[in-house]
C-alpha cells in the first residue's frame, strides 16, 4: 500500500484536474476509495473519478485474451464524473471489443468480481481434486467424471480437470486476499469456506508426493527421480508458484540421490531460484544437493527409479501422434507478434529484435482506427526488460525461440533407459494408460485406481 500512496501521490502532484485513474491489477475490495482519500488529501476539492478494470487475462494466451476478451468489466461510481469515466474508458475498448462485451458495473463490485471470479475457478479445481482422491479408493477414474458431469450445461466442462492442483501467481494470492476481506469483515464461516479452497490443493501435492515415497518402497536413498515438467501449466516458462516446488520439498525430505528436472520452457536459473527457497532445509542444487535441471526429458529420465510428470504439457501424452493440422506450437507462435497496438492500426515504432517470425495480420476483423488525439498519446513500446522471457528464451541454453513443446516424446525410448520396474507417476492425467502399460510401465495416476 506504500507504493500505492506513492504512485497516488506523485499522480496529484501532476495530473490534470479531472484525470481518471484505472485500477487493472487485483486489488483488496474497496483499494478505490483508499485512492480517492489519498487524491483528496493531495489535491482536496478537486475530482479525479477512479475506475476498476479488472484483468481477466490468462498466461500463454494473453495477447489472444487481450484482443479478443470474453468481457470487459467496468467498475464505476454512481456519480456523473463516475459514469463518464467509465464511458470514456468504454469507448478505448470499443475500438476492438463489442459493446456487448463491455459490462459497466459498480466499482466495489468491480474490484470483488475478480476475486470472486478467480476463487470459483479454483474452487472447481480442489473440487474436482477431492473426488479424484475418492476415485482412488473407489476403482472410478476422475476423468471419466469430469467428462460426464461436463456435460450438463449447468456445470461446464471447463476447469474440471484434476491433477497436482492451481499453480500460478495469482489463484492463491487472491484466495488469501478473499479470505482475509472475509475475516476483516467478521464472516469466519465465509472464510474457512475459501481456505478449504487451499486445503485440498495443498492435500493433492502432499498426497501425490506422498504417495510417490510409498511406490519406492518408503525411501528415496540411492534413488534417482526425474521429473517432467517445472512450469505452473503448459504454455508458459512461468515457474512461479509451481505445484513442482511442493512436490520436491517433500521428495527432499526422503534424500534422494538426485532430482532430474527437465522443462522445455522454463529456465534453469528460473527453476533453480524458485528451488532456492529449499535451501534453508536441504542442499539443494548440484554438486552439493540432489537436484539438477537438464535440457532434454531422454537425460532427465535415463536411469531414474521413478518418472513424475507434474505439467500437463502436450509433449508428454503418449496419446497419438500430432496430425499436419495440429503443429507444433513454438514459443515464437505462443506469442502471436500482434500488439495491441496493431488493433488499433498503429504501427509499433519499436520492432521487437527476438521475434523472428514476419509481421502477423491483426486478427479481428472490421476494426475501427483509432481517433487521432489518442494516437499522438501513445508511446513508443519501451525495450524489453532484462529478464524477457522471449528475449531471454532466444540465448539461454536448452531454451530457443524455435523450443517445439508439442511433438510427443518417445516413451518406447524412454522405457529403455529407466531402472526396473519403471515407474512413471502422471500427476497432471496426460498419459493413456493402456499404450503405458504396454510399453512396460508401471503407471500411478491421481485420480484413478492403482493398477498394482
Ligand atoms: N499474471 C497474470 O496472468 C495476471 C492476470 C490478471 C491479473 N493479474 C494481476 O496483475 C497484477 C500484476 O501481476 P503480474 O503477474 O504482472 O505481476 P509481476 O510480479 O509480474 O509484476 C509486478 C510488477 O510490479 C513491480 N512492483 C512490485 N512492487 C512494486 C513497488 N512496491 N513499487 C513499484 N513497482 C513494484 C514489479 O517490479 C513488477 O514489474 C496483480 O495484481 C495480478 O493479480 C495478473
Ligand atoms: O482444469 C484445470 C484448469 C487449470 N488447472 C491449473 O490451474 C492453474 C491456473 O491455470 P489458469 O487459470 O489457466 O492460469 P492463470 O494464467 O493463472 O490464469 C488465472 O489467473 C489469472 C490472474 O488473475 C486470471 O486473469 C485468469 O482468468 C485465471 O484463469 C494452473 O496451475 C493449471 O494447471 C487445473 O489444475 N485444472
Not at 479424484?132 to 472410478?140: F, K, L, P, V
Request: proline share 7%; charged share 25%; aromatic share 6%.
Amino acid at each position: 500500500m506504500a507504493a500505492l500512496e506513492g504512485a497516488c501521490r506523485d499522480i496529484a502532484m501532476h495530473a490534470k484536474a479531472g484525470c481518471v485513474l484505472v485500477e487493472k491489477s487485483t486489488v483488496p475490495c474497496k483499494t478505490g476509495q483508499l485512492i480517492k482519500d489519498i487524491m483528496e488529501a493531495h489535491r482536496p476539492g478537486v475530482v479525479f473519478p477512479v475506475l476498476s478494470n479488472p484483468e481477466f487475462l490468462s498466461e500463454g494466451t494473453a495477447i489472444r485474451d487481450l484482443m479478443q476478451p470474453d468481457r470487459v468489466v467496468i467498475g464505476c461510481e454512481s456519480t456523473i464524473s463516475g459514469h463518464r469515466a467509465a464511458a470514456a474508458l468504454a469507448n478505448l475498448y470499443a475500438a476492438w471489443v463489442p459493446r456487448s462485451r463491455i459490462a459497466p458495473i459498480g466499482i466495489w463490485s468491480s474490484e470483488l468480481c475478480k476475486l470472486a471470479a478467480n476463487a470459483m475457478l479454483a474452487q472447481r479445481i480442489s473440487s474436482i481434486n477431492s473426488i479424484s482422491a475418492i476415485c482412488e479408493r473407489t476403482d472410478a477414474d476422475v476423468g471419466e467424471i469430469a467428462k460426464s458431469i461436463g456435460l450438463d450445461p449447468r456445470i461446464g466442462p471447463k476447469f474440471l480437470k484434476a491433477g497436482l492442483g492451481f499453480g500460478g501467481s495469482c489463484f492463491r494470492k487472491d484466495i488469501a486476499s478473499l479470505t482475509y476481506l472475509a475475516e476483516s469483515l467478521g464472516l469466519p464461516e465465509v472464510a474457512a469456506y475459501w481456505q478449504q479452497v487451499l486445503t485440498m490443493n495443498d492435500f493433492q501435492r502432499d498426497r501425490f508426493a506422498r504417495h510417490v515415497i510409498a511406490t519406492l518402497n518408503n525411501s528415496l536413498r540411492g534413488k534417482k527421480v526425474a521429473i517432467l515438467g517445472y512450469a505452473f501449466k503448459k504454455n508458459t516458462g512461468d515457474a512461479r508458484e509451481s505445484p513442482a516446488l511442493d512436490v520436491i520439498r517433500i521428495l527432499l525430505e526422503e534424500g534422494p540421490k538426485s532430482i532430474t528436472i527437465y522443462d522445455p520452457l522454463c529456465s534453469e536459473a528460473d527453476i533453480k531460484r524458485e528451488l532456492s527457497v529449499l535451501e534453508r532445509d536441504y542442499a539443494v542444487s548440484m554438486p552439493d544437493g540432489p537436484i539438477e535441471v537438464v535440457s532434454d526429458p531422454y537425460t532427465a529420465c535415463a536411469n531414474s527409479n521413478a518418472v513424475l510428470i507434474l505439467t500437463d504439457w502436450d509433449m508428454f501424452k503418449n496419446g497419438k501422434p500430432l496430425t499436419q493440422s495440429s503443429k507444433p506450437v513454438t514459443i515464437a507462435e505462443t506469442y502471436d507478434g500482434a500488439t495491441p497496438t496493431d488493433v488499433l492500426h498503429l504501427t509499433p515504432r519499436v520492432e521487437r529484435a527476438t521475434i523472428n517470425k514476419p509481421p502477423t495480420p491483426p486478427r479481428t476483423p472490421k476494426l475501427s482506427p483509432l481517433a487521432p488525439e489518442l494516437n499522438t498519446r501513445l508511446l513508443p513500446e519501451p525495450p524489453c526488460p532484462a529478464d524477457c522471457i522471449v528475449c531471454r528464451s532466444s540465448s539461454s541454453a536448452g531454451m530457443s525461440v524455435e523450443t517445439d513443446t508439442t511433438t510427443p516424446i518417445d516413451w518406447a525410448h524412454i522405457s529403455k533407459t529407466v531402472r526396473e520396474p519403471r515407474w512413471v507417476f502422471d500427476g497432471r492425467g496426460v498419459l493413456d494408460a493402456r499404450a503405458m502399460v504396454g510399453m512396460g510401465f508401471r503407471l500411478e495416476t491421481l485420480g484413478r485406481a492403482s493398477m498394482y
